[in-house]
């Protein structure tokens, strides 16, 4: 996906990020969203992410300059079909509020689309409003709560 940033004739691009060249670049951004993980923590994590099908998509902005990062994974259940799920989408800090979330989540739109999948869904925290709102204008419907239940905090 293309689209020109309007300060500039050079187009914007979104592409999945693979080589550890992207990783290196898309790491702090990413700890903006994950800062309880250090480089090497993350490092690991998605080496093992990846095997289980995670994938990375960064998006540029016109100066070649990753601005946004969205992880994710294909996946299917009885209650969405054949899906994608959105762990980690990031726009960093200084560059939030310029279109580039919404380019990344329309190009993932896309790339679902054209694998068969029949939906998009993520979470977000419940303290996230500006995110929530961002979300819903993107067509996006708030429709269940996650819970989680932490093995290490209730040993039984």
Known sequence: MTDHDSDHDRPATVRE???ETDL?????????????????????LYEQMREEGYRLFGRHDADSELVAVAGLSVGTNFYLGRHVFVYDLVTTAERRSEGHGKALLTHIHEWAA??????????????????????????YEKYCYSF?????ENDT
């Open 24 to 44: 290196r670049e898309a790491f702090p951004i990413l700890r903006e969203l994950r800062a309880h993980l250090d480089r090497d923590e993350m490092s690991a």
């Open 17 to 19: 990020l693979t080589s």
């Open 148 to 152: 989680k239940y932490d093995l290490a």
């Open 114 to 139: 054209d694998r068969d999948c029949e939906t998009v869904e993520l979470e977000s925290g419940l303290w996230r409003d500006e995110a929530h709102r961002f979300y819903e204008e993107l067509g």
